[in-house]
């Protein structure tokens, strides 16, 4: 009866919503059965429109860095609601949030807010094709950036879990203008650098993939990337929506030392509000209307409460010893994982970059998109049942992270940890 009130708002949804989700991966038709209603949350717990409470390793696929409802970003809201919530017109926050940004991504000189990662990156490529004048952008495989047609080819993330990772309705010639290759293969980016002479603009890479499960790069990848797009003049773009501001305050380009010449940022940014961003060399930057021909616009970009949520969320993370609690209550979450498996004889990989961390049911190393694909779905499908079942709330798929929050205490990675022990010998 509990379980009802979520099947009967899903059964109502998908009257008048596309399979009764706003986002394709939250219709959990990874994992079977129907979604839980999220009535609310606080701190990393969220609770059902029933009343279940689970721990939410999901932090809303990447934003709530801080967990549910923080304090300091829940009365930044409040103060910027009450001055008005929209404006059209320059506000000093957006102001101060570029500055921010500017001075933590040395790679960043002038920075452009928008409103969605998608936007953000199909804005940073419509800069580095302007700045190059070269159509094409080499991409890799599993990597998602979001559903701008020319990037919704071999993408990672929703398109993966249900099996179409190349969408209908993207017309092949815009296709074409992207070449993929797999993830951590630098002989491919050189080879297609080499067959497409004077004609690749961007190359472009979530730094840690995130989307086909996390996947580190490989040592000398992001580096190798970096010579690559100087020898050839494209732009390397890190796609950092995932990554920035989680990896450490600088993101992945600081985390391994790599500066590329287009950043993107969402997620974290708006504080768990719709921002993102991107920016890069003043040179690039300076394409973009309506100081140069590039045009790109919103009518809420830079909207206020989003911008106060990410100025407040930035200046917690500002404040010290954040990442290094991350890194350790990940790092436990992470060896608990892989004990409860190893004791109950199921393979597993565990990928972990800080925070990110996805448990592959395979027992071969995960490096790519095709040894992503070789896991155990089914086995994960019940894995994420049977967590469930014990109040665990984790993504529903098997290729996407899963996002710890600093307000993931010692006792919620312990209840975490044997929640796993218990599920791990169901799953023989
Ligand atoms: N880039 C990356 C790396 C992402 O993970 C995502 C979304 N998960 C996007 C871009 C698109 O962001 P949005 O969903 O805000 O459009």
């Known amino acids: 009866m509990v379980q009802d009130l979520s099947k009967r708002l899903f059964e109502r949804a998908q009257r008048v919503i596309p399979g009764g989700v706003n986002s394709p991966v939250r219709a959990y038709r990874a994992v079977g059965g129907s979604p839980p209603f999220v009535a609310r949350g606080q701190g990393c717990r969220i609770w059902t429109a029933e009343g279940k409470e689970l721990i939410d390793y999901v932090g809303s696929w990447g934003p709530l860095i801080l967990g549910h409802a923080h304090p300091r ?4 809201l409040l103060d910027a609601v009450r001055r008005g919530t929209t404006f059209g017109a320059p506000t000093e926050g957006e102001v101060r949030i570029a500055e921010a940004i500017c001075a933590l991504y040395p790679s960043v000189d002038k920075v452009r807010l928008v409103s969605s990662g998608t936007e953000a990156v199909m804005s940073a490529l419509r800069v580095a094709r302007a700045a190059t004048a070269r159509p094409l952008a080499i991409k890799m495989e599993g990597c998602y950036h979001g559903h701008a047609d020319q990037l919704l080819v071999r993408a990672g993330s929703g398109g993966l879990t249900l099996g179409v990772p190349d969408s209908a309705g993207v017309p092949e010639e815009i296709a074409r203008l992207t070449i993929t290759v797999p993830y951590n293969d630098l002989g491919a980016v050189a080879a297609a650098l080499a067959s497409n002479p004077g004609s690749v603009g961007a190359i472009i890479v979530e730094p840690v993939a995130g ?4 996947v580190a790069p490989a040592q ?28 450490g305050i600088g993101g992945a380009q ?16 708006g504080g768990g509000l719709p921002l993102a961003a ?29 911008v106060a949520a990410g100025l407040a969320t930035l200046q917690v ?27 109950a004889r199921v393979p597993v990989v565990v990928n972990r970059v800080g925070s990110l961390l996805t448990v592959f049911f395979t027992s071969s190393p995960v490096v790519d998109l095709a040894s992503a694909l070789r896991s155990d779905r089914d086995r994960f499908a019940r894995f994420h049942q049977g967590m469930m079942r014990r109040g665990i ?11 710890v929050s600093v307000a993931h205490g010692d006792e919620d990675i312990r209840t975490t940890v044997q929640a796993a022990v218990d599920v791990m010998p169901q799953l023989l």
Request: glycine share 12%; aromatic share 8%.
């Open 211 to 214: 989307n086909m499960g996390v």
């Open 278 to 306: 991107y920016g890069g060399r003043a040179s690039a930057m300076n394409l973009v209307a309506p100081e140069g021909p590039v045009y790109q616009a919103g009518t809420l970009s830079g909207n206020p409460l989003a």
């Open 220 to 247: 000398g990848y992001l580096e190798g990337l970096r010579k690559l797009a100087d020898e050839h003049g494209a732009l390397l773009v890190f796609d950092e929506v995932i990554t920035g501001l989680r990896l």
């Open 393 to 403: 709330y984790l993504p529903p798929s098997q290729f996407e992270a899963w996002f």
């Open 254 to 269: 600081d985390r391994y030392r790599v500066r590329p010449d287009l950043t993107c940022l969402g997620k974290i940014l």
């Open 317 to 343: 993370l500002g404040e010290g010893g954040i990442y290094e609690r991350l890194e350790a209550h990940a790092a436990r979450l992470e060896e608990g994982l892989r004990a409860a498996a190893r004791d």
């Open 73 to 76: 970003v829940v009365s930044a």
